[in-house]
């Protein structure tokens, strides 16, 4: 069995950065967040911040707080017999529990922190869905109320916190990864 690493945290820690260096040394890449737009698709609604959070919350209303576990457990499982795999966007404690139910062992939660100030200026500058202020900070209170976002975050098995360089960013996941695969 090969390992699978869960990263999580609030927008704008670095989630993305992370899940990228990991598949830049080999991990396959399974984003949660895939699900939301291609729902959205089906139902030809527009991706934007409003109706992605409608969609998370109606797929978690119609399968239950594990949603986006029980949709991509196939895939992952199917991954993770070959490869390494990290997961992009695990947000509520009921997708971990599925999770650590099913692989045990072979996943562990990473949690990336940042300052709410240089979150909230990251997801303002980023190319793709910035946010303004008062936008992120309603998809925070939406996630931690609504989609059962803390769990997994106080739960994590290490921390990253990321208010600084890419360099130190890196230097700590590979800090982490030569502590899980001893």
């Known amino acids: 069995?090969?390992?699978i690493?869960?990263?999580v945290g609030m927008c704008g820690v670095g989630k993305s950065v992370a899940c990228e260096f990991l598949e830049n040394i080999g991990y396959q890449k399974v984003y949660f967040g895939g699900v939301t737009m291609e729902k959205l698709k089906e139902e030809g609604l527009e991706v934007t911040p409003l109706n992605e959070?409608?969609?998370?919350?109606k797929l978690?209303?119609?399968l239950g707080m594990g949603a986006y576990a029980?949709?991509?457990l196939p895939k992952i499982k199917e991954l993770s017999e070959t490869s390494n795999v990290v997961l992009d966007g695990l947000y509520s404690w009921d997708?971990?529990?599925i999770l650590k139910e099913e692989f045990s062992?072979?996943?562990i939660v990473i949690c990336v922190i940042a300052d709410r100030t240089l979150r909230y200026e990251r997801l303002a500058k980023r190319d793709i869905r910035p946010f303004t202020n008062e936008e992120a900070n309603q998809r925070d209170i939406a996630e931690i109320e609504n989609l059962a976002k803390g769990?997994?975050?106080?739960?994590a098995d290490y921390y990253i916190l990321n208010n600084g360089s890419v360099e130190d960013f890196e230097v700590r996941l590979n800090e982490i990864l030569n502590n899980f695969y001893m």
Do not use: C, F, S, T
């Open 1 to 3: 069995m090969n390992k």
């Open 95 to 97: 997708e971990l529990k």
């Open 105 to 107: 062992e072979d996943i």
């Open 53 to 57: 959070k409608m969609m998370r919350e």
């Open 60 to 62: 978690r209303r119609e």
């Open 70 to 72: 029980k949709v991509l």
């Open 151 to 155: 769990g997994p975050i106080a739960y």
């Open 5 to 7: 690493i869960a990263i």
